[in-house]
Structures are given as C-alpha cells and as structure tokens.
C-alpha cells in the first residue's frame, strides 16, 4: 500500500511568512512517503511529535537582576532508539522549529543507521548577550527543569547553534549530581576531559566533506578542478572547507555573518580561524579576496554550493538565481520546500542535511558508546568508522537515486522511512 499523502502537505506557508522547520519538514515527508511503499498510519503517527516539553525558567543576570528564558525539548520518535539531537541557544527557536529539527534528526539517524530517535530543544535567548557565568547558571537550570526527560538511555542531548562542549560539560555535571553518579552518557560534545569523543566537534563538517567528495565522484568532478563556495565559516563550514581545501579543491568563497570573502582563484582557508577561535573573522581578515554580501555568495557560479549557516537561506525568492552545479547541504535546513521543488526542476542536485551533515550525530553515537562503556577511542579509529559509516549511508542513498531516479532528499528520506517503518511494525501498537 502507498501512503497517498503527498496532498495532505497542507501548512503551506501565508505570502510573507517564512516557512517554519516543523512545515519544512510535514511538506518532505508528505513529499517522499508518497515514494515509498509504507503503512499510511505510519506515515500519520511520523507526522506528528511525540512530546514537547516547555519549559520557563528564571535566570539571575550578573546585576542581580532575574529574567524569564523559556525552553523546549522536542522528542520526535524513538522506535529505533533513544532520542537524540543538537540543543540550541537562539533568539528564534521557538516550540515548531524544535519540532521540525526533532524530526529530521530522526531521519538523520535514521539514515545512518544508528540505534536513536530524534530529538532537539533550545532556549529562546541570544547567547551572544550572557556572560559565560549566566550561560553556566541557565545551562545548569535548564539541564534541572528537563532532568526527567532526559538520560542516557531516554534523551541524549548534543551541542547545537549557540552552545558548546562546555555546556555540554555542564549538563553532565547538572545531571550526574542530581543523580548522585557520573553519567557520562547524557550528553555528547562535550569537552574531551569529561569523555568527549576526539573528532567530535569537527565531525559534521567532515561528514560534509565526505559527501561531497562522493558526489563529486558521482557526477565526475574532479576535485582538483572543482570550485566550492561555503556560507559559515562555525564548525560545519570552516571544517568541510579546510578539508575540501586539503583534497585539493579551489574554495572561492568563505562567509561570517557580517558579509563574505571572494577569490576566483582560491582562499586558504586555513589561514582565516573558525567563528569559535574567532567570531567573525572572516569579514574582519585582511588581504583576503574581495568582500562581498552574504546573499551574493549564495548565487556564485561555482560546482558547488556549501550552505554552512543558517537554515532557510535558499528560498523560492533567489532559487532560481542560484548559479551552482550542485548544493551541498552543511546547515539543517538551509533549503526551503518550495526553494527544492526549483532545484528538482532545474535540474541542480540537493544533496540533504540528513545525509551530509549527519557526521556530527555519527561521532556524538560513538562518544555515547565510548561513555557508556567507560571506553577511550583514538582519532584514527574515528575517522576510520565515520569514513566506513558515511559511505554506507551514502551508498544506500545513491542506489535509491539509481535505481528510483529520485531526488538525493527523496531518496535519503526513503532509506529512512523504511527503516523507521519496519521497526513500527515490528514493535507493533501498544497495548
Ligand atoms: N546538532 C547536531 C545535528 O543537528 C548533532 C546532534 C547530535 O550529535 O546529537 O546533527
């Protein structure tokens, strides 16, 4: 039976009102269910988020002052596993982003074929306004006000937009002393002498560059001739370019928030620090190439295009302005529904987030694994069985594409329902 869902998308976004995650992610679903050959009460119960913890919760500003922050933990599906993703510290996170981003970290998990659900929070703040010590302290009673949602084999939190692996290292602290026990798998990214994995922080721009380098193959790029244009220069984009800069190709363009840098004959990315090392370094780095805006950035003609920011930054208003051979995905969500459907039409392959960025909550599994039993991994080893994973996935994606002539989002999310189907109705409905 096919669920005929495709219809049913509705949410369609008002003239004006940019498209939330959660609309995002129904109008995918909707879209690529209807490739796939799944029970649609299945597809009825994806639709929908499991649990949406809210949360509001009082932070002590350092002028003594008190301030109300709320927070939200969303918690898609868990039928393979524990729930797992990103929280972030953002002034728009809001209860549907996080119910969006929930449910594409369950596909991404999905994809990847890891034993976790799929799951994201946030608190609606902006971090860049606190001092690490209020940070600290609403870190401490967020991790507090969620501490019976969470834990090492229900929800198992990981850094996101905003945060970092201190606070990852405070929320294992938070919980482990209310539990009165070291409970290293709470949490993953967090800072190394706490457990956190090596090549843990650098993982999802790996991932990134790993994809690419695989479709490059796939569509017979050679790399060494191949120019690449990445918006954000945090741990998704500075990593994946100075990896693809290493494999040897020609990054022409490199972005922060106040604007980016451009060099038809190349950048050395290694010379410009990451926002982490550095916020804003980009726009502020001299003798590198010429400055020009964000959005321009975007519409470079270039192979490829690393959207590496934000999400919702390719839109149905400059889709079709958009001069790259092919998109990388490095953000969640960078591409709006409407944004895709352009692309399909034009012909310019869209490979997903849920596949190319999924490095990041690859390496946080094995961090889990290394932190429930109390194991240490070395760096090679994870880079050997992200390089293994990344392949595996990549491949079950690329034979959907041969053999369906899908789009790289439909078959990724085909690979990931079935999955998710299968063991729906293995475990059946209780009671
Ligand atoms: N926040 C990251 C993501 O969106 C990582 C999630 C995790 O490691 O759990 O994939």
Request: with cysteine; net charge negative.
């Amino acid at each position: 039976m096919t669920a005929n869902v495709a219809e049913e998308a509705g949410d369609e976004p008002t003239e004006n009102e940019p498209e939330t995650a959660l609309e995002t992610a129904r109008r995918q679903l909707a879209r690529a269910s209807s490739h796939v050959d799944i029970d649609p009460a299945v597809v009825d119960r994806l639709k929908q988020t499991r649990k949406i913890h809210e949360v509001t919760m009082p932070l002590r500003r350092d002028d003594g002052s008190v301030e109300m922050l709320t927070g939200f933990r969303a918690q898609h599906d868990s039928v393979r596993g524990p729930y797992k993703g990103g929280l972030r510290y953002h002034p728009e996170v809001s209860r549907e982003e996080c119910a969006g981003l929930a449910m594409w970290m369950t596909w991404k998990c999905a994809v990847m074929d890891l034993p976790f659900g799929g799951a994201k929070g946030g608190v609606v703040v902006d971090p860049k306004q606190l001092s690490s010590s209020e940070k600290e302290r609403l870190t401490r009673r967020f991790t507090q006000e969620i501490r019976s949602a969470i834990g090492p084999t229900k929800d198992i939190p990981a850094p996101d937009m905003g945060t970092d692996p201190q606070t990852m290292a405070w929320i294992m602290d938070a919980y482990s002393m209310q539990e009165d026990e070291t409970i290293p798998g709470v949490v993953t990214g967090k800072l190394p002498a706490v457990g956190g994995s090596p090549g843990r922080e650098e993982s999802p721009g790996r991932s990134v560059a790993i994809i690419t380098r695989e479709a490059c193959d796939y569509y017979d790029y050679d790399l060494e001739e191949t120019s690449v244009a990445v918006q954000g220069f945090g741990s998704v984009g500075a990593n994946a370019a100075r990896l693809l800069h290493e494999w040897g190709a020609n990054i022409v363009a490199v972005s922060d928030v106040n604007g980016a840098r451009y060099d038809e004959s190349g950048i050395d990315v290694d010379e410009i620090p990451s926002h982490d090392t550095e916020p804003e370094a980009v726009t502020a780095a001299t003798g590198v190439g010429t400055k020009i805006p964000n959005a321009e950035l975007l519409e470079l003609d270039v192979d490829v295009l690393i959207p590496a920011a934000i999400g919702n930054v390719l839109t149905e208003d400059n889709a079709n302005d958009v001069k790259a051979d092919m998109i990388v995905e490095g953000a969640n969500g960078p591409t709006t529904f409407a944004a895709g459907a352009i692309f399909n039409e034009r012909d310019i392959p869209v490979i997903p987030d849920i596949l190319a960025n999924a490095g990041g909550v690859t390496v946080s599994y094995y961090e889990w694994l290394q932190g429930v039993n109390r194991r240490k991994w070395s760096l090679e080893r994870v880079h050997r069985e992200l390089e293994g994973d990344m392949l595996a996935a990549w491949e079950s994606v690329k034979d959907e594409v041969d053999e369906r002539d899908l789009a790289w989002r439909d078959a990724a999310y085909v690979v990931a329902l079935k999955r998710i189907a299968a063991a729906h109705e293995a475990r059946g409905v209780w009671p």
